[in-house]
């Protein structure tokens, strides 16, 4: 049922199950770098929460709360297995993915709050696909953290079309079509150039 749902991603590469057995390579790294991005999805969603478009747009802020709710939540238990294989959370953390996508938004008015949900949603798309590859890896070795990943990607497949949705709701779909196949093709681009490491979002 996993894969079905992984291969409705309109993602424009997928990850091979080799990313993942190297992930897991440095399951502590993993988990804090896990955290962080749980942290900041629920900060993105509590941000985006007073963004709403000019026009009042019904079922913003209770989607934005969900969203921050839920993240704020897988933030707690990635916590609680982290510590669990005695690790703990780091006090600082850098990622370049999300920061190398969000340095293509477009500023000001309603491109750059299309251009929030498309990131928004393409971050929370490949966050679902990787948590498939490693839960698939981890099935043999690690059936704990199989279960684990294996629950959360259902919620990330979810957020995706939440920010997908709202995004078809303040543009055009041919304005928001366009936009996103183009960031579609940006995502791969800026994946591509990653370097290998035990991170959710690491290269190939």
């Not at 424009?12 to 993993?30: E, K, M």
């Not at 920010?163 to 543009?171: C, E």
Request: hydrophobic letters at 50%; glycine letters at 4%.
């Amino acid at each position: 049922m996993a894969s079905v749902t992984v291969d409705s991603l309109p993602l424009r590469t997928r990850t091979p199950l080799s990313w993942a057995h190297a992930a897991l390579a440095d399951p502590i790294a993993l988990l804090n770098d896990h955290a962080f991005l749980e942290m900041k999805a629920a900060q993105n969603a509590m941000d985006l929460m007073t963004r709403w478009p000019n026009t009042w747009l019904p079922g913003w802020v209770e989607a934005m709360t969900s969203v921050a709710r839920d993240e704020a939540a897988h933030l707690a238990q990635v916590t609680r297995v982290l510590i669990k294989r005695g690790g703990r959370l780091v006090r600082s953390h850098k990622a370049a993915y999300p920061r190398d996508l969000r340095a293509r938004v477009r500023n000001g008015g309603s491109d750059e709050l299309l251009d929030r949900l498309c990131v928004s949603a393409l971050i929370e798309a490949r966050s679902c696909e990787r948590f498939a590859v490693l839960a698939e890896a981890a099935a043999e070795n690690e059936p704990d953290l199989a279960k684990f990943y294996h629950a959360l990607f259902a919620s990330e497949m979810g957020h995706y079309k939440i920010f997908l949705k709202l995004a078809n709701k303040i543009s055009p779909p041919d304005v928001v079509a366009q936009r996103w196949a183009e960031w579609l093709d940006a995502e791969a681009e800026i994946l591509a150039a990653q370097k290998p490491g035990s991170l959710i979002h690491s290269g190939v």
